[in-house]
C-alpha cells in the first residue's frame, strides 16, 4: 500500500524518506533550514522548519518521521509569527557588520533575513564581544556570527572523526568552543575546513591570502607563478553559470592572466611526479615480506595531519612523495632561480587549490628549504572567484587561453588526481603490467571510480592479487584503520582524501551538495579522456625533468620527512 | 601525569568498564578525589574513552557541579534559593566571604583552604537559611554562626602552618 501524507490539503505519496522535511521538499516547498545537512545527524536545533499538525501542534519537520495519513501545514498564522520571531533573535544575537563580512552574499542567515523580510532587530545584543580565532593557517572562527547551529561540530566528530570543536558551557553562554578553549591551532584540528564548508553564517571561515598575493602581483619585482590543481578547474565555473563538472581551465588561465601573474602551470604535472615516486614505494613495498600495513598515500594535508595526531604509528607507512603541490612548488622554486638572480626578480610560488589544508601544508617547517617555503601561498578557489570579481572580469566571455611555457603537458592520469580514487587509478596505470589502449580500458572498470566513501578493489600483479581500498572522509578512514589494525582485513595499497568525495569536494571550492560533487569528479574523467597522454610516466616533461633539474636531488625535491611535531 | 594519578584513573575508568556513556560518573569520580577536574585527567579520559577532548570539556562545562579550576579543602555553598534568601542568606555570603577574603569571581582562598560558592537551592527550605560545608548541612545560619564554623574550620585545619593536603 502507498504511503501518503496531506501537505497544506495535497496528498503528498512518501516511501522511505527519514523525516517530514524530505517530504515537504519532495513537495515542492523549500522550508528554511539552518542545522539540517542530509549527510549529518538530526539535531533540531534552528526550529525554522516547524509545521503545525491538525491540532495545532508545532513540530520541528526534520525531527519528526512522516507518517501515514498524518495532516501538516506549512503556511499558517503561527507558523509565520514563529518563524519571523526565531530568525529576529537569531539575528539579535548575532553579528550584523554584513557588508564587510566574508560570507556577505553567501550567508545563509542574511538570504533568509531577506527572505523573510525582517523590517529591524528590536532587541539589543547583549553578548560581550568575544576574540577572533586567527590561529589557524586555514579557517578564521568568529564566535560573534556563530548560531549554535552546530553543522560544524557534527561534521567535525560524524565525517572527519576528529571533534576539534564541540558545544560547551550552558544556555546563554553556551558556545562552540575546542577542548579547553585553546586556539584551533593547538587541536587535532586537520584543517580539512569542511566546518567552513558547513557553517551558514561567518562564524567559521576559510582564511583569506588574497591581500598578499595582490601585493605580489603588484609588485614588479616579483614574479608570481601560479599553479593549478585539477579540482579548482570543474568547479570555478559554477560560480559564472557553467555547469558542474565544466572544465574551464582555458578561461581560469586567461583570467588569470589579466590579473597579472606571470606564468601559469597546472599542478597535474606535480601528479604525475607524484605517481612516478609513490608508484615506486608501491612496488618497494609489495616485494617486503610480511608488511602488515599498506602503503598510504600521502597527497592530501589533512590526512597526514590526522594520522600524526590519531595514528602516529602508522606515519612511516605514509609515502614519503610530498604532495603534487609541494612537488611542484620544489620544481618552480628551482627552475627559477638563476633566472631570479640574473634579473633581479624574487618568484612568488602561488597555487591555487580547491582545499584550505594545504594553506597549513605550505607553511610546514618540512616544506621550507633554507627558510624558504616552496609554495608561499595557497589560494582556493572561492579566494579566486573573489579576485576575478574584483577587477570585474567577465570570465564567461573570455576566450580560453593555454598554459605557458615550460610546465604546460600534463598526463591523464595527473589530472583525475582531483577526484575520489584517481590517485589509486593513476597509480595503477603505472604499476600494471600490461600497457595496451584494453587494460587501461578495464583499469576504468576495476572499481575505483564513484563517489562511495569505500571502495575496495583487486588486481592482479605478477603471481598474486593487489588488494587497493580507496577512502574519502576521515571518518571512513579511521573505520577502515582500525579493521586493518585489528587484522581483520589486509591491503596492499590505500588512497585516503580527507574530504568525502575527494578534492572536487574540497572546503575551498564553491558550495556545493553531493550532485555537485558528483559532477565534478566527472567532468576531470571528462578531461582525461580527451587528453593523448594517459600514464604519468608517458609524459615528456617528467623525463626531461628527471633527466635534468631532478638529476640526483629526487630525494630533496619531491620527498618529504614529517616531523610528527607540534602544528604550526 | 604521574604514575600514581594515572593508576588512580586506570582504576576509576576499569570501574566504569571504559564505558564512553559513564564519562559522567567517571568524572563525577575524578572530582571526589581532586575536587576538580585537571586538563590532563580530563584529556586522559578522552583518550581511553575514545571520545573527542572537545566533547569531553563540553560535558565537563555543562554541568555547574563540575569545576575545571582546583577548589579548597573545605568547599563552603551557601544557600541562597528563594527560602534562604528571604532569611537573610547573603549576609551569611558576605560575613563568609569578607573574613576569607574571596569575592564571586575568585571564590578561593590563597591558602587552597576554602572556596565559596553559592548554590541555587539545596532541597532543605526547612533548614533556612542553610549551608554545606563538603558533605555536612549546617541549618538555620546566622552570620555569627558562620564566624564560629570558619573558625572551627580554621582550627580542625591548623592554620598558622602549612594547609597541608590531606586528600
Redesign the interface.
Known sequence: MKKYMMIDGEHVEFTDEKNILAVIRKAGIILPTFCYYSDLSIYGACRMCVVEDKWGGIIASCSTPPKNGMEIHTNTPQLYYHRKRILELLLAAHCRDCTTCEKNGKCKLQELATRFGIPGVRFENTKPIRPLDTSSKSIVRNPNKCILCGDCVRVC?EIQH?????????GASMEI????GKDIAD??CVNCGQCAAVCPTGAITIKQDTHDVWEAIHNPRKRVVVQIAPAVRVAVGEAYGYEPGENTIGKLVASLRRLGVDAIFDTALGADLTIIEEAEELLESLGEEGRKYPLFTSCCPAWIRFVETQYPHLMPYVSTAKSPMQMFGAVIKEYYKKQDKKEGMETVSVAIMPCTAKKFEASREEFKRKGIPDIDYVLTSSEVITMLREIGIRFDRLEPEAYDMPFSIYSGAGVIFGATGGVAEAAVRRVAEDKSPKALKDIEFIGLRGMEGVKVCELPYQDRQLRIAVVSGLGNADRLLQKVEGGEEHFDFVEVMACAGGCVAGAGQPFARSTEKRLRAEGLYKTDKALQIKRSEENPLVESLYNDLLKNREHELLHVEYLQGKQG | MEAKEQKVMDEILESHSYDPTAVIAIMQDIQQIYRYLP?EM??YI?KKLH????????VA????NFS?DPKGKYVIKICDGTACHVRKSTAILDEIRSLLGVTAQNPTTDDMLFTVETVSCLGACGLAPVCTVNDAVHAAMTPEKARELIKELKAEAGVGEEAADEN
Not at chain 2, 562545562?61 to 555547574?64: A, G, L, P
Open positions: 566528530s576528529v571533534g576539534a570543536i564541540d558545544f560547551a558551557h550552558r568552543s575546542t577542548a579547553f587541536t587535532n | 586538563e580530563l584529556c578522552a571520545l573527542s577532548e572537545a566533547k569531553v570539556y563540553g562545562t555543562f554541568y555547574e575545571l
